[in-house]
């Protein structure tokens, strides 16, 4: 039998990557996207497919320049692979609320869910 898993809580999703990821696209000027914040954000994407618009990464992190939206707020990054077109569609979201954890937590969790299907041969 497993040990009960922690459970997750927003301040888990304030990973610290080792390394950063482009808020561009090199190619194209347009694929970029802003939200000024989750709901509108996720209004646009909540039933977008899993396998078109593969999220491999994202970034929450908390506001440091009181002149956006203050301190002690978030915002987030969602980095998108359209894999069809190979489309990179970085994505800004300006403000992230903690009451938004469940929202955040569902969306990526099927993401997640499709990426460990992409790597298939480790067990996860």
Request: aromatic share 18%; glycine share 4%; charged share 30%.
């Amino acid at each position: 039998m497993k040990a009960k898993e922690k459970a997750m809580k927003f301040k888990d999703l304030l990973a610290k990557h080792p390394y950063y990821c482009s808020d561009s696209n090199y190619y194209s000027n347009e694929a970029s996207l802003s939200y000024k914040n989750w709901e509108d954000f996720i209004s646009d994407w909540h039933d977008a497919d899993v396998e078109y618009n593969h999220v491999f990464r994202f970034d929450i992190k908390e506001n440091e320049d009181d002149n956006k939206v203050g301190l002690g707020t978030y915002y987030g990054e969602i980095f998108v692979m359209q894999q069809r077109k190979g489309i990179f569609k970085p994505i800004s979201i300006e403000n992230i609320k903690p009451e938004n954890f469940e929202s955040i937590k569902e969306f990526l969790s099927r993401h997640f869910e499709e990426v460990k299907k992409l790597w298939q041969p480790f067990s996860f």
